[in-house]
């Protein structure tokens, strides 16, 4: 009895803890059921985030789709441009690439939503599972509490039946064993039950994670787009101002066009007109019974034209020059007051001939002031004012001079002219700028001797700049630096040779290298007079023959451009086995270089087609001591005033 009394108490106690943990499921049940509703709540929230992101990429396409419309809008307008549109495609390739992959990211994003639903569903199947096996652990307890109940009725019955008893008895401590190894299985279970909440509980803590990560990505793609929508607005700033410089460059381009066909047109003008002169007239001097008076007019005609074309061809080089940026300075010894001279008596005959009185001061009293500068750049630059100043005075004065300002020389052409008005002085030393640009100007000129001037004052370190008032006269100004050298010294030649006794009152052995029949006629009707002997070589190689023949040669006049054997070639052969003769190189090229060319290969001086009244009478002086200069050259001078 007594054993059957604890049996009951174990029992009760049992069902005591099966109805606590019956009640500890219920309440884990509740838990999973909260953990699922999150777990729904979060799904949810993950299928707006993806509804927003389809909205965001929705609005891209569109952006996208608005951004290729304007680039078919603008494609025929920016042309220039087209290098930049194919950059900003190649970024918007990449981020439609970029674009790509974050939609990758998003389904691999909803394949793991899809699985953690997956595992849920299992995780569900599982849970009612357990609660299947709890109802069936409930109803065997009912059973067992039954069955309790059947026992004791039985041991009432069976008390005085111990033997029944016992066996009873025996049968109960089975039936508790069995029990304790069902309370055992029932530990493991719960002890895999909690495993299982751990691990549930773990796996929260991962999604959780993952969803701070897809938190940070959103994060990070949202301030992507912001830049991205910064780089597009930089974009549509960079085509504006893209668009706007297009605009100015076809204004200037437009401008530059407008300027080249007036100066084209002014120069098929200006090089027809002096040519129609040469030729209109040359042929008049073929006139029958035509009086010597007729034909010194046509004559002076005719060299006027030549002269005139002659000036045009030269700016048109010396243009050349400069846009080709290959203008060189070529220092030498230059004597101010006798530059400031020449151009007096080169004017001097124009000016009064048209009523202008024609005057120069120098400042310097040094009556042969030396300075060291390019003396032919220098001479250019007075030339081209004193030629513009007579071009646009009509009556009245000009005046040029020059100064001594520290350490640089001041020079000024001053004139009574038609002076210039104040919007055309920042024009007129521009290359192809005119102070009228018209077909019905009242002057000649190709308008480009006040730009080349300005580019040989600043290529020699000066500047250069005009004071003006109209109807009343301009004056322009001019620096360049010196550095100045005493008139007593004495500045020698190197190729001056003096003639040995017997040659002195005899004249020169020379000899004409010229392809060129004209020419060659030219040069030897005007070394006559400097000349015992003139031999005639068509070409560089017959020019080495005849050189080897005459071994007294005392001048050869050697063309750069023959057939056979062109001019350098010849020197160096010559130069081989006859170092004394002066040889002197003529050329119609004059271009950079030429010069330095020729001395290095051999050549004792250089002069340039066409050749002036003046020009063999300079090179005879400074290269043969012994002749008479003065009186030949006062001849030529002469002459050349005559005419």
């Not at 042309?79 to 900003?88: C, G, K, S, T, Y």
């Not at 004597?335 to 001061?361: A, P, R």
């Not at 003529?586 to 003046?614: C, H, M, R, W």
């Amino acid at each position: 009895m007594f054993y059957m009394e604890k049996a009951e108490e174990k029992r009760a106690a049992e069902l005591v803890i099966a109805n606590i943990e019956l009640a500890f499921q219920n309440e884990e049940k509740g838990k999973r059921a909260a953990e699922l509703i999150i777990a729904n709540i979060e799904l949810a929230f993950q299928n707006e985030e993806k509804e927003k992101r389809a909205a965001e990429l929705i609005i891209a396409n569109k952006e996208l789709a608005f951004q290729n419309e304007e680039k078919e809008k603008r494609a025929a307008e920016l042309v220039i441009a087209n290098e930049e549109l194919a950059f900003q495609n190649k970024v918007k390739e990449k981020r439609a690439a970029e674009l790509i992959v974050a939609n990758k990211e998003l389904a691999f994003q909803n394949r793991e939503k899809e699985r953690r639903a997956a595992e849920l569903i299992i995780a569900n199947e599982e849970l009612a599972f357990q609660n299947n096996v709890k109802e069936k652990r409930a109803a065997e307890l009912v059973i067992a509490n039954e069955e309790l109940a059947f026992q004791n009725e039985e041991k009432e019955k069976r008390a005085a039946e111990l033997v029944i008893a016992n066996e009873e008895l025996a049968f109960q401590n089975e039936v508790k064993e069995k029990r304790a190894a069902e309370l055992v299985i029932a530990n493991e279970e719960l002890a895999f039950q909690n495993e299982e909440k751990e691990k549930r509980a773990a796996e929260l803590v991962i999604a959780n994670a993952e969803l701070a990560f897809q938190n940070e990505v959103k994060e990070k793609r949202a301030a992507e787009l912001v830049i991205a929508n910064k780089e597009l607005a930089f974009q549509n700033e960079e085509k504006e101002k893209r668009a706007a410089e297009l605009i100015v460059a076809k204004e200037r381009a437009e401008e530059s066009d407008r300027l080249k066909s007036a100066f084209l047109a002014n120069m098929s003008h200006e090089i027809r007109t002096p040519m129609n002169g040469i030729l209109g007239f040359a042929g008049l001097l073929n006139t029958p019974n035509l009086t010597g008076e007729k034909q010194q007019e046509y004559i002076r005609i005719i060299e006027h034209s030549g002269k005139r074309m002659l000036n045009i061809i030269n700016d048109i080089v010396s243009i050349s020059k400069i846009e080709s940026g290959i203008l060189e300075v070529n220092v030498s010894e230059s004597n101010v007051s006798e530059q400031l001279e020449y151009v007096y008596d080169l004017f001097n005959t124009e000016t009064e001939k048209k009523g202008i009185q024609l005057s120069f001061k120098n400042s310097i009293l040094i009556k042969d002031f030396i300075i060291k500068t390019d003396s032919e750049k220098l001479f250019a630059i007075l030339t081209n004012l004193v030629k513009n100043a007579i071009k646009f005075t009509y009556e009245g004065t000009i005046e040029f001079g020059c100064v001594k300002k520290g350490k640089f020389l001041e020079f000024y052409v001053k004139d009574s002219g038609v002076g210039i008005r104040q919007e055309q002085k920042k024009l007129i030393f521009e290359r192809f700028r005119q102070g009228s640009e018209s077909l019905s100007r009242n002057y000649e000129g190709a308008g480009l001797g006040l730009s080349i001037s300005k580019a040989y004052v600043e290529l020699l370190g000066g500047k250069i700049w005009v004071e003006s008032e109209e109807d009343i006269g301009s004056t322009f100004y001019f620096t360049i630096p010196f550095f100045s050298e005493q008139n007593e010294m004495q500045i020698v030649d190197k190729g001056v040779v003096e003639l040995e006794e017997k040659n002195q009152n005899k004249g020169l052995k020379i000899l004409i290298t010229e392809d060129d029949e004209t020419t060659e006629k030219l040069i030897a009707i005007q070394i006559k007079k400097y000349s015992k002997e003139v031999l005639i070589a068509r070409n560089g190689l017959d020019a080495v023959q005849i050189c080897r023949n005459n071994p007294d040669l005392d001048l050869i006049l050697m063309d750069i451009k023959m057939p056979v054997m062109n001019g350098y070639e010849a020197t160096k052969q010559i130069r081989e086995f006859n170092k004394k003769v002066i040889i002197v190189a003529q050329t119609a090229y004059a271009l950079l270089g030429d010069k330095e060319k020729s001395i290095e290969t051999g050549f004792n001086d250089f002069i340039f087609k066409p050749f002036k009244n003046v020009t063999f009478a300079d090179l005879m002086e400074k290269h043969f001591k012994n002749i008479d200069h003065k009186a030949i050259k006062n001849q030529v001078t002469k002459s050349a005033k005559k005419n």
